[in-house]
């Protein structure tokens, strides 16, 4: 409303001159209304927007911010599903290419052991080491690994001990016949303990590296032609055997040992060279064994002790990380990947075959003949620990202890 000044107020009770009339400001006041009307809308929203603006931030800044440099397309995703792969490290050193010699067949269980545990190494080296794993012989013979090893033929080989007789004396304690051991898994985890509490047993192998021990399954009497039931029926037969211990056990009841490469153990059988031999069940498969024997008489006679070395010189020129990886990969969890995923397993597995297969026939001799067995392996014992003894070397402290340990992994 239009406030006039004090000279132009009205005077109670009369119109000055020069006011409006009551007509023309009417007109006014309707004009002004229709106007306020028609900006209301356009107020009501600049004040909405204003509360938009405030509420998503305030105000802009008085000073225009700088323009932000354009983001970087995002890196390629992978599929839904499927891996996303790291690039693979590098290696922390020099490549290492190693040699692995043993003498079992590639068709066999325990050859694909070595082979993951070579591709371990490689992996958990990120490729420093690399495996190479040759079977059958094709290296070295089994006879020969150890020297094989020693010189650098090999740089690592598998040692079956009985092979080696006198040459690692305290080391035999382990195949003298009949103390107990249960599953090859077992026995190695139990050889590995002796092992590592026996400086007189580490000090037999201190020209080479011990990576670890392997054990084979129970072995146990398979022949061709007449089923052994008692320890009466084994006099005069041809039976190979491995080992001082079963060999002098063997003489002991009447039988004929020979000492057989495993090789040559087919030809033996189908020419009657031999009636029969004392072998595991793993063993006896990967040399197809079960083609050319009918009988198995499943009761222990002896296992055997079994050493992966490596060449000294070698081991010494590894890095202590590369070291490290060994001795984790080695030791026990190679005695225990040898025992579960070949000679335990090979034991199920063959002898459900064996035993299905018509003509054969597996033979679980009574607890009679169980322990005229232990009776007759017992003055075998004492005839090595008497025998050993000779040489000033610790025989009684072996055998206590390595079947102290035994004990301790066949409860």
């Known amino acids: 409303m239009e406030v006039l000044p004090r000279s132009r107020r009205r005077t109670p009770g009369r119109i000055r001159q020069g006011c409006q009339p009551d007509a023309l400001l009417r007109s006014r006041r309707r004009r002004d209304r229709a106007m306020n009307k028609r900006l209301f809308p356009v107020v009501a929203l600049v004040a909405a927007v204003t509360l938009l603006i405030v509420a998503c931030g305030g105000a802009p800044a008085s000073a225009p911010a700088p323009t932000a440099a354009p983001a970087k397309p995002a890196a390629a995703q992978p599929a839904a599903g499927q891996p996303t792969t790291a690039p693979a490290a590098k290696p922390a050193g020099p490549a290492v290419n190693l040699k692995f010699s043993h003498h079992d067949p590639a068709t066999g269980l325990l050859h694909p052991v070595f082979v993951n545990w070579g591709n371990e190494l490689n992996k958990q080296t990120n490729g420093q080491v690399t495996v190479k794993v040759y079977d059958s012989e094709t290296l070295a013979k089994g006879r020969d690994v150890v020297t094989a090893v ?117 030809d033996a059988l189908g020419k009657g060279t031999l009636d029969g031999i004392v072998f595991d069940w793993m063993g006896g498969d990967g040399f197809k064994m079960h083609e050319v024997t009918n009988y198995a008489t499943v009761f222990p006679i002896v296992f055997q002790s ?106």
């Open 150 to 266: 020693q010189t650098g033929v090999a740089d690592i080989g598998w040692v079956i001990v009985s092979f080696f007789t006198g040459q690692f004396p305290l080391t035999e304690a382990f195949n003298l016949p009949v103390q107990g051991q249960g599953k090859s898994s077992l026995g190695a985890q139990a050889m590995w303990d002796w092992f590592q509490s026996s400086p007189d047993v580490q000090k037999e192998w201190s020209s080479v590296k011990v990576l670890g021990y392997t054990c084979s399954g129970p072995q146990w009497i398979a022949t061709s032609k007449k089923p052994v039931r008692t320890v009466e029926d084994v006099k005069g037969l041809k039976l190979r055997i491995a080992g001082w211990g079963g060999t002098e056990l063997l003489k002991s009841v009447g039988a004929s040992p020979i000492n057989m490469a495993p090789p040559e153990m087919y």
């Open 306 to 411: 079994q050493v992966v070395i490596m060449n000294k010189q070698k081991w010494e020129s590894l890095s202590p990380d590369v070291q490290k990886v060994f001795t984790d990969l080695s030791g026990p969890a190679l005695g225990k990947a040898a025992g579960e995923q070949a000679f335990d397993k090979a034991d199920d597995l063959y002898s459900t075959r064996f035993k299905n297969t018509p003509g054969k026939e597996i033979i679980n001799i009574s607890a009679e003949e169980q322990a005229k067995w232990r009776a007759a392996a017992k003055p075998v014992w004492d005839a090595w620990v008497k025998d050993v003894s000779g040489k000033g070397l610790p025989a009684d402290k072996a055998l206590a202890g390595v079947q102290s340990s035994i004990a301790k992994f066949n409860k």
